[in-house]
Each structure stands twice: as C-alpha cells, then as structure tokens.
C-alpha cells in the first residue's frame, strides 16, 4: 500500500446538514436538533507523528509476503471465502 502524503489537505471540514437546522462552532463540531454530533480536529503533533511512521515503514512488508508465498507454495494457505463473503457484505 502507498500512502501519498504530499498532500495539503489537511484543512477542517465543513460539514453541513441539508436542512439547514445547525449550528457550527469553532471547534469544528456540527449539531442538528436529532442529538448528532461531529467533531474535527487536525492535531498536527498527531498527525506528524503519523506522517513520520508512514514514512518509515516499508512499502511492501517483505516478512507477511514470504510468510504468505511459503504458505502457498506448501499448499498450507486455506482461502476462508466465508470470512471473505461477511466481510464484502458488511462493506
């Protein structure tokens, strides 16, 4: 997996209902008269933290692709396609 992190979309959302029935802080939260409530934040300790642990990570983790080849090659790698299917029905 490659993470793009040259990005400058770190700006806070916007969110507004189509009702038009909210209110927004300063604080990014947004709240609607049914009791919802969101709130956005962009932390950049958190975020720079993360960004640092993207960027030392490996791209491929050669160590889960050996594990899995060997698996395979050995003829040990089952397939669970019912784990497969409750997952894609959950998405």
Known sequence: MKIDL???SLDPVNLTPA?????TSATH???T????????STDSTGMGALTDL????????????????LAIQN???KVETDKIADAMMRE
């Open 6 to 8: 040259n990005t400058s």
């Open 33 to 40: 008269s049914d009791q919802d409530t969101a709130t956005l």
């Open 19 to 23: 009702n038009n029935n909210s209110t």
């Open 54 to 69: 993207a960027l030392a990570s490996p791209e491929i983790r050669q160590d889960k692709v050996e594990a899995l080849r």
């Open 75 to 77: 003829g040990e790698y």
């Open 29 to 31: 939260s947004v709240e």
